[in-house]
């Protein structure tokens, strides 16, 4: 059980922080992370996309957006922009495992309204600067794991049949992401 558990947080910090070798030019399978995906409401994706590609963020997205089944939002902002996989766990009604679907991630959880606190631990409180990256410091030492992985657009959740509860899901990084945050070191 330990080291089923020690795997599953490694799998969280390497998707987390970007350590290790991902790329999709790689050998290496890239690292599944599984968790919960809950869903933003109708239009809100598309507006927040609009604001990113309008250059009013520190993260912006292209326009064109590049082609994706599934537009998200992840836990680590330097993944806006990224292109990734995400699936349902389970089965289809055949008893096919669900198939990857291409996704991009165009947001990602903030400090305002709880966003990394919610991601992390199901926690609807705000958090501050410093306590968001304690919690994060310790996901990347392996302590704790995040319970969301990703909240999907409104048009994916209509799709899965999944409004308005959460569902689980895997999700695999195809690009690598830069090291730099601070409290990854």
């Not at 959460?166 to 090291?179: A, D, F, M």
Request: with cysteine; charged share 25%.
């Amino acid at each position: 059980m330990v080291m089923k558990s020690t795997l599953l947080l490694t799998a969280a910090v390497t998707l987390i922080t970007g350590i290790g070798d991902m790329g999709s030019d790689s050998n290496v399978e890239p690292v599944v992370l599984t968790g919960i995906a809950s869903q933003y409401g109708r239009g809100r994706m598309e507006a927040t996309i609009r604001v990113r590609q309008a250059g009013r963020t520190a993260y912006p997205l292209p326009d064109p957006l590049p082609p994706s089944d599934v537009f998200f939002a992840t836990l680590d902002c330097r993944d806006v922009g990224r292109q990734f996989e995400i699936r349902r766990t389970g089965v289809d009604a055949d008893g096919n495992p669900y198939p990857w679907e291409s996704a991009l991630a165009t947001d990602c959880a903030g400090l305002r309204d709880g966003g990394i606190g919610f991601m992390l631990f199901n926690r609807h409180t705000p958090m501050s600067q410093r306590t968001a990256e304690e919690w994060l410091r310790r996901v990347h030492v392996g302590e704790y794991q995040p319970v969301f992985v990703a909240e999907v657009d409104y048009e994916t959740a209509v799709r899965w049949e999944t409004v308005g509860r959460g569902r689980e899901v895997e999700l695999r990084r195809l690009e690598t992401s830069p090291v730099e945050m601070s409290v990854a070191q």
